[in-house]
């Protein structure tokens, strides 16, 4: 009897140490919601679609998602 309660003790013991492990190693993981920057988005002038401000094309005030496209605007 006393081996039996002595083997539940610790069985109850390891379950404890292993929850406060989990929950110390949660505190420590980075978020995943800082990976991604905001960033501003703008509209090609001839087809419209749209793509960061970064990629895009600026020619003449206006922003243009290829070269194709803002070759077609000065014609």
């Known amino acids: 009897m006393l081996g039996k309660l002595l083997l539940l003790a610790l069985a109850i013991w390891m379950v404890l ?6 929950r110390r190693g949660i505190g420590t993981r980075p978020r995943q919601s800082g990976k991604f920057e905001s960033q501003d ?3 090609c002038k001839e ?3 749209h793509l960061p401000k970064n990629e895009s ?3 003449k005030g206006a922003y243009f998602c ?3 496209h803002s070759d077609k605007a000065e014609q």
């Open 17 to 22: 140490l292993l929850l406060k492990q989990y």
């Open 66 to 68: 290829c070269k194709e």
């Open 57 to 59: 094309i600026l020619k």
């Open 41 to 43: 988005m703008v509209s």
């Open 47 to 49: 087809c419209g679609v």
